[in-house]
Structure formats: C-alpha cells, structure tokens
C-alpha cells in the first residue's frame, strides 16, 4: 500500500476515531475501524516463543533456547531460521506482532533479563537481532526491536534514570536497534525507564535518530503501561499506547488536539503508520479495494480442551491448532514441515548453542566404553529451560537431560539417576500440577478453576492443567477466584503449600484453614502483579497415600490484577543423605554427568540478582562428585554468568543455557558426540562477582550513572590489563571436539561498505568441525577514547581433519568509526588501525592492519 493509499484512508476518519485507535483495544489487541477496512491485530509476547495473546497454558508454544543461546549461536543464518519459526507459530496462533527481539546489552552479570539478551557486545547483538528481525517478518509477521533504550536492568526499571553520554549511547546502546531498523523492523518498542531525565515514551530519541536519521517508518508501540502522560508523549513520536482500553490517551487526547496543545498532524502521523503496519501484517483491507489475501481469523476462541487433547501440531500451538489467538493468518504462512521438523530444528539450534568451557579428553562419551553412567542433580529431570517473566511460554512437552540420556545410549550401558541435595529455591514455587493432583470435579490431573460472584455463585468453571493461572476468565460480577485440586502427596512430612496473587488470600487444606489475610501489592511493575505475584506459604504435615482437598481463593479488587498461583512442593530430603547417596553412584560409575543450574527463584524479569552463586549446596555437590570421580562432566543450566569454583577440576565443563524443549535431547546429542558444542560466549563470564566489572544495577536517588561509558564486558577487563583479575573465560571462548591452528592473516581488501579480510586456518584434530573467526580492531594511538580493542566481524569455518581453509571476514566501515558528539556525526580517524584475529577475546594470535 503506498503513502498516499494510507494518507486518504486516515482522513476518512474524525479526530476521535483517530484517537480511539492508538490506544489499545485491550491487553493484547488493537481496534478495528470498519470505515477504513482495518481489523484488529493481535500481539504476543516473545522471544523465545509466541505464546499468544494470552496467559493460558492449555495453549502449548513452541519453545526455543533463550535469546542468550542464540547470541553463543554467532551464526545469522540459524537465527534467520528460528525467526522463521517464530513467524510461522504466529501465524498459526493469529498474532499479527510478535514482541521480539530484545536488543539491550549484557552491561552487568547481574541483570535479571540477562536471558532475554543475546550479547555484551552491540555488533553482535545487533547482527542477531537482525537475522531475527528478517526471519519473523518473512512470514508478514511483525517483529518489534525491544526496549528502546538503556533498559538494561530490572531494579526499578519503571522509573530508573539512565544516565550516559551520547557517544556510549550511540556506540553501544543505540547499535543494535540500528541494526534492527537496517533490517526492516516494522515495530520499536519504548522502554519504562528514563534517559538522561526523559522517560522514553516522551524522549526525542524516538524522533532522533530513529525515525529522523535511521528512517524508521514503523510504529513505536509502549512498552505495557509506558505511556503515563497525555500531552508530552502525544507531541513525542510515540505512536501506539498498550494496553487498553484506558490510559493516558482516549478522550484526554482528543480534548488536548481540541485545545490545541497538541497538533493534530502529530495524531495523524501515529494513525498513518499504524495503518502503514496494518497493511504489512494483513489487518487492513480498504473498504473499496478488493481483497488481495484471505483476511486474517478474527482472534476469539471458545473455551479450549485441556492440552492433552489436542494434535501435536507443528508448532505444538493447542487444541486447536490456532494458540490462544484462535483463528490462524492463513496463507503462505502456515508452517510447511510438522511437529517433527520443528523439534529437530530446536534440538539442533539448542545444541549448536552450547558453549564446551572445558574438556579433559572427557568428551565426547564413547558409549561401547561405558557400562555405568551416573546423571544426577534436581536439574537432570526437571531442567530450567526458559527465564521468567512475560517471556514464558508454555511448552507442550519438555525432554529432560536424563530422558535424552537414556534414549541415545546403548542398551548395555545402565543410566543410573540420584537428585542430590535440593538446590535452594528449587520447587517452593513450582505450580500444583498433575504430577500430585487431580481435578475434585473431572478427577483428571490438575486443578478446578472456579469464577464466583459476592454471593458465593459460580460465573466461570474450567479444568486447568495446573495451579498457576494468570489470566482467568471474569465474566461480569467476578469477585473471587477459586482454585481446588485433591492433592496426592507421594512422601511423608511437611509439605510447603503457597498461594500467588494480591488482596484478601485465604488457603484451606480439608476445611482447615492455613493461611488467610490481606496482601496489598509492593510494586506496580506488571511483571509482578501479573506473572510472578509473590508466594505466601505454610507448611501442612501430610502423609504419602492418604489425598487431601486442598481449595484457594483470592478477592478481586482494583490495582491487583488477577493471577491466582496454587503452588506445592515436598518435604525436601536430608541433604546430608541425598549428597552421600549421589557420591557413591559417581564413584560406582564410569562417568558421571550432573546437571546444576540457577532456579525459579532467579533469572527473571522485574528484580535483578545480588549474586552470581549456584543455588546452595550445587557447588559443594560438583566439588564431592569431582573427588569421587574425575571423569565428571558439569552441565552448566543457566542463561547468564555463574561462578564455577570447581571448574578446573571437572572433567569436562558444557553451558547449556535455557536450552528451550529440546533440552535433553540436544543435550545427549552433544555429550555423545553426535553433535559438536558449536556455541561460544556471548558474554564475558567473571570468575567471581567481585571480578565483574559492571556490579551496579540499583539506583542512587532515582539515577543510574552508566560511569564505565564505552568499557562493559570484556572491553572493560581489558581495560583493567594486568591489574585486574583475568575473567574466567573471555567473550568468544568456547572448545568443539576437534583442534585448530590459526596460520595467517592477509592484507584487507575493499568490499561493499567496508573491508573483507582473509583468515587462514588448518583443523588439527580427528574429526570435522566449526571455528568461529573473531576479528578485533585495536587503535592504541588514537587522538579519541576507546577501547583497548572492539569486535569488528566474524565468520564461520568448517573443515575436515587436516584441512586448511580461508574464510574472508566482512567488517563494515562502521567498525573504524566514532561518534563525534560535538559534529553530531560518525568520524574516520586517519591512521592505521591493527587487525587481530583468532577464536576470543582473549585469544587472538594472528595481526595484519587497516590503513585509513
């Protein structure tokens, strides 16, 4: 559709119908407009999955590895590949605009949605981005480049006041989103946070350089509930306020472009590329134009089955195949391959992901030398494989690390599984689900979820899968949510019950009353109130085989939302028996392989962690199993930097991140061998928090000074040279299972918008494999300040044992570039610039140069 098709579709419409349309219609749709043939168009939270719009998990997603897997992917293509998952899962759920790719940086180890970002480094971040970007919108589906800008930590992400200089704005933070306007983002998302005193759905970034000088020709959606004026964000280059249908636009608006205080050009502009994304995604077809494309299902559903009913469709999308959007897209859309391809292609991407940070001729495990195999950890069977937040997604199956193991190994070798001591905080928030209890009504595995009315009547009433429900139905006259299960518990002691939600609670267990009172919310972060309420618990003593009828309910009352959380978690076994019981099957055992990770209570949007530590007593257990047994392989199952104190002693050391629902597969498929390690490390990983040079993520006053400017990650170790203590392992560092011998270095040669570089290198081991070519620059003589090196670009080589291969390393004109605050422009400082080439950040042997 040309401007000028959606310039005359905009002046059909009054100001007020105008207005009504940038606000959101609810929490995940937009307003249809008869008059202009424009539909609703549905949003779903991203970005490892599309769960739709909605908080259901009898709507099963596709589940991918966390973003922070695909950063160690450092292969544009795969990514491309995952968005075109992505988009092919929005499609079949209904979902117009996916809310992905989450371009803010690694600045701290400590950030809470460390996950949800692919890299420290803003070249890498942005080239990923990117790649994902084009993969999700070749299916017209929208992608929307989040959280513009300086969003990167969660400790009062609502108001925190960023404060950076415009040359580190620009290099480092800006970048990525750069990259992701290059690549045709159809949406950007603006942050909660302020920069530099300006909350972000009122600041001139988003005039410049994002729609000014990048071009942008999108739309700038909030992020939920980050429009909090009328006039100042109307005037600024905000364009779509979610959700609604209240909020700080509506009537206010259309009085203030009556007044006169806010033009109504600017109104226009807004509606004009809200109709330019409709026509992109398929939601607008003008009322005297024919139709070109079947139009989009609207998004409405009856009520759903339970999961377990439903076909095991490509995407794994529910019972009916459509998500909890309900009708699909259509057309070209629709994914081509089934369920099968989508779980291999998640299962390769996941083990192409993991980063092999040590290996002492332990893997990869011959299996006709194995007769014994021990697996422990809580982890090896209920593996964490995505981060909290609005992220979530609900995965229809989930293969654990122990599962994956036991499928690829010979028959002969016996798989022996010992939990080990319970890691702390690992099950206290774990739904009631059909593991220990059944529905009092259907008695099928899960609980009954009960709508009532003031009077006690039942509205609503539905089976739910588990305890956790966050978006219940609430027909008119809803006063209380009630959820029942008949617990099953399986061990004898004191179980810890928990009920999630805000207002009046009250927890009975058979007509006893255990817990009761009124818990007012803390926080208005939505990621609180609506995803992950706080848990309030009491322990029950109950005894194995003897069921018991367990039944919550929560008050419904303004400013508290809805989720109602039933949780349950078992007596947790002596750890002194459980960590005994664990070394003897790693000392019995030909190897052994323990899977350690952070748990629920971490790794999350809405708080930022105080400590890079596993969870109590993981570290005392690797350190037991490490003595007992040498030939100990440590899966390492988290998205973001840990400490490892016990890495130098392991067998073997593998990350396996978030690693998405194929998780013990891909998993198997690495530790045997069938698949090499391909990952390597997004981000620098500290030896210890203490080590780290990037630790404040908490506010002073309000304000969050980003005082290390252009130096976060391993640019800043580098900085510190040999006063500083050495990361554990540097940015770019990972092992495969074969050796390589960086030769040569070649002069540069002009390219399209840059320079190609050729790298020379031999595999010198026994079998095939991929190397990662990590090309720095340097400028230690440089008139401006900068970093002691930077990454400029990268390829991939593959090769057979023994064979030499050149790989031409692309760096764009950009990589020599600053930004000059003073000109407002980006500047070529004459001079030679030093070209370091090999595998990390540090570990770069081979040294040509650029002559500028």
């Avoid at 410049?208 to 959606?221: A, I, R, T």
């Avoid at 009077?455 to 209380?480: C, F, I, K, N, W």
């Avoid at 629920?600 to 005392?620: I, K, T, W």
Wanted: aromatic share 6%; proline share 9%; net charge negative.
């Amino acid at each position: 559709m040309h401007d000028g098709d959606v310039e005359r579709l905009a002046d059909k419409l009054d100001p007020a119908q105008q207005v009504r349309l940038l606000t959101g219609a609810d929490t995940w749709r937009t307003h249809p407009e008869p008059d202009v043939g424009l539909r609703e168009m549905v949003f779903s939270d991203g970005p490892a999955g599309v769960r739709g719009p909605g908080w259901d998990e009898r709507y099963t997603s596709a589940l991918l590895p966390s973003p922070s897997a695909l950063g160690a992917l450092w292969d544009e293509d795969r990514v491309r590949g995952l968005g075109a998952l992505l988009g092919d899962e929005a499609r079949r759920k209904g979902v117009h605009v996916l809310l992905a790719p989450t371009l803010n940086l690694h600045r701290s180890p400590l950030a809470g949605r460390h996950f949800e970002c692919f890299s420290e480094d803003p070249l890498l971040a942005g080239r990923t981005g990117a790649a994902l970007v084009r993969g999700i919108q070749s299916r017209g589906v929208a992608a929307t480049a989040k959280h513009y800008v300086a969003n990167d930590s969660e400790t009062q992400r609502l108001t925190v006041d960023v404060r950076l200089g415009e040359r580190v704005l620009r290099e480092l933070y800006l970048a990525p989103f750069e990259a992701a306007v290059q690549a045709g983002a159809w949406l950007v998302m603006s942050a909660y946070n302020k920069v530099n005193g300006t909350t972000m759905s009122e600041s001139s970034l988003l005039a410049e350089p994002l729609k000014g000088e990048w071009g942008f020709d999108g739309v700038v959606v909030s992020d939920w509930g980050g429009v909090r004026s009328t006039v100042a964000s109307a005037v600024a280059e905000q364009d779509l306020a979610m959700p609604g249908p209240g909020g700080m636009w509506g009537e206010s608006l259309v009085e203030a472009v009556r007044s006169g205080r806010v033009p109504a050009d600017a109104v226009e502009r807004k509606l004009r590329r809200l109709l330019r994304l409709a026509a992109r995604v398929g939601a607008l077809t003008p009322t005297d134009t024919p139709p070109t494309s079947p139009p989009a299902t609207p998004a409405t559903a009856a009520t759903p089955a339970p999961a377990t009913s439903g076909p095991a469709c490509p995407g794994d999308a529910g019972p009916s195949g459509a998500g909890a959007g309900g009708g699909s897209l259509g057309g070209a859309g629709s994914a081509p391959g089934g369920a099968d391809d989508v779980r291999r292609e998640l299962r390769e991407a996941a083990a192409a992901s993991f980063v092999l940070l040590e290996n002492r001729g332990v893997l990869p495990l011959v299996g006709g030398a194995l007769s014994r195999v021990a697996v422990i950890g809580v982890h090896a069977v209920e593996p964490r494989v995505q981060g909290g937040g609005s992220s979530e997604v609900f995965p229809r199956r989930v293969v654990s690390p122990l599962e994956g193991l036991r499928e690829v190994l010979p028959p002969h070798v016996r798989v022996v599984y010992e939990p080990g001591p319970a890691p702390e905080g690992s099950g206290g928030l774990a739904a009631l689900g059909a593991r220990h209890a059944r529905d009092p009504e259907s008695g099928a595995p899960g609980v009954r979820l009960r709508v009532l009315d003031a009077a006690g009547a039942v509205l609503y009433s539905a089976h739910q899968p588990s305890g956790r429900v966050l978006e219940p139905d609430l027909p008119p006259g809803a006063h209380t949510v009630e959820l029942a299960a008949v617990l099953h518990p399986d061990t004898t002691g004191p179980w810890m019950l928990g009920l999630g939600g805000f207002g009046a609670l009250r927890l009975a267990v058979d007509g006893t009353t255990v817990l009761s009172g009124e818990f007012p919310p803390e926080t208005e972060d939505p990621a609180v109130i609506h995803v992950r309420p706080p848990q309030h618990t009491a322990r029950v003593p109950l005894a194995a085989g003897r069921p018991v009828h367990v039944l919550a309910g929560r008050e419904l009352a303004p400013g508290t939302g809805r989720a109602t959380v039933l949780t349950a978690a078992p007596p947790v076994p002596d750890p002194a028996e459980a960590l005994a019981a664990a070394t003897a099957a790693a000392r019995a055992a030909d190897v052994v392989v323990v899977v350690v990770g952070t748990t629920e209570g971490g790794e999350s949007e809405g708080f930022d962690r105080v400590s890079l530590r596993l969870p109590a007593p993981q570290d005392e257990l690797v350190a037991e199993l490490v003595r007992a047994n040498p030939r100990t392989v440590v899966v390492v199952n988290s998205g973001a930097p840990v400490e490892l104190p016990w890495r130098e002693a392991a067998g073997a050391v593998l990350l396996a991140w978030f690693p998405g629902q194929e998780a013990g597969r891909a998993l198997a498929d690495v530790l045997v061998g069938a698949a090499e390690p391909g990952g390597r490390l997004p981000t620098t990983w500290p030896a210890s928090l203490d080590d780290a040079p990037v630790r404040t993520t908490h506010p002073t006053g309000g304000r969050l000074p980003y005082e290390e400017g252009l130096h976060i990650g391993h640019r800043a170790w580098l900085r510190a040279g040999a006063e500083g203590a050495a990361p554990a392992y540097w940015f770019g560092h990972g092992l495969g299972y074969t050796t390589w011998e960086f030769e040569r270095i070649d002069a540069p040669a002009p390219a399209p918008g840059g320079y190609e570089i050729p790298v020379t290198l031999r595999n010198t081991g026994t079998r095939r494999g991929r190397e990662v070519v990590q090309l720095h620059l340097s400028r230690p003589d440089s008139a401006v300040e900068r970093p002691v090196r930077w990454l400029a670009g990268w390829a991939a080589a593959r090769a057979e044992p023994g064979e030499r291969v050149t790989v031409y390393v692309r760096i764009t004109a950009r990589a020599l570039q600053h930004w000059c605050p003073e000109a407002a422009e980006w500047r070529t400082e004459p001079g030679r610039f030093a070209v370091l080439a090999g595998r990390s950040a540090g570990d770069l042997p081979l040294r040509g140069a650029i002559d500028v």
